[in-house]
């Protein structure tokens, strides 16, 4: 039997797939335009086009559906410390979503400085890394 936590939590995991497969598109994008192997302007109007369309969409399922798990069983999610650890983790993700944003919507009108962002993008797969680590593991 499929219980709504359950499609809830594939959502979620799915969500959290397509936003982190994004973010890290839109830094591999914003390091190419930094390295001026290409037009900046051009692939910073992409990488924000990734972020808008993809990303910022995923953010928000997956943001949506964590919450209602969250809400649905507060007694349950409220006393384990690894969740904790792992929403801040996942806030650290949920910050950089956002400075890469800016930086890609800069890098797109003309700032081709503002596409240096490889080390946001390292912190953010550790980060969710470390989520995904936690979320299955549950120490």
């Not at 990488?47 to 969250?70: C, K």
């Not at 690894?82 to 993700?93: G, P, Q, S």
């Not at 009108?109 to 969710?128: E, H, K, S």
Request: overall charge positive.
């Amino acid at each position: 039997m499929v219980t709504i936590s359950a499609v809830l939590v594939a959502l979620h995991v799915l969500a959290n797939v397509v936003w982190i497969g994004a973010l890290l598109s839109v830094v591999l994008l914003l390091s190419r335009a930094a390295s001026g192997a290409a037009d900046a302007a051009v692939v910073g109007a992409l990488a924000r086009t990734v972020h808008v369309r993809l990303a910022a969409p995923a953010f928000m399922t997956s943001f949506a559906a964590g919450l209602v798990i969250i809400l649905l069983a507060p007694r349950v999610y409220g006393h384990l410390p690894w969740l904790h650890i792992k929403l801040a983790f996942a806030l650290v993700v949920i910050a950089l979503h956002h400075v890469i944003g800016a930086r890609a919507r800069r890098v797109a009108a003309g700032d081709r400085g503002a596409a240096n962002v490889t080390t946001l993008g390292t912190v953010v797969f550790i980060c969710a890394a470390a989520a995904v680590f936690l979320g299955v593991v549950k120490p």
